[in-house]
């Protein structure tokens, strides 16, 4: 059973950059579309952008694009979230999930019901 812990939260001012971490255990993720979602206080859960296994392709929220980026480190057991020019309504938990396609997929899926794991998630807060 793979398990999933993100990291790298914290309190960042306006215009700031985060760098969030998404560590795997019991798997490598490289067999895995990653993806990362949000939940704002009062608000539900909402993707944010996943990435492809099969084809490193990415899709993110229309809110993000541009200022945020998913990647894969070389070690083959952590991802990143990185959140440039974060504004105030960025500060959400931030979580991180994976999915093993039975098939090849071109296009990740930024559905929550797509995703079989899931990290207990990382406070994000963007305040000046």
Known sequence: QMQLVESGGGLVQPGGSLRLSCTASGNILDYFDIGWFR????????????????????????SVKGRFTISRDHDHITAY??????????????YCAAD???????????????????GRGTQVTVSS
């Open 100 to 118: 093993r396609p039975y098939t090849n997929q071109p296009i990740c899926a930024m559905a929550q019901t797509s995703y079989d794991y899931w």
């Open 81 to 94: 979230l990185q959140m440039d020019n974060l504004k105030p309504e960025d500060t959400a938990v931030y």
């Open 39 to 62: 939940q704002a206080p009062g608000k539900e859960r909402e993707g944010v952008g996943c990435l492809s296994r099969d084809t490193d392709r990415t899709q993110f929220l229309d």
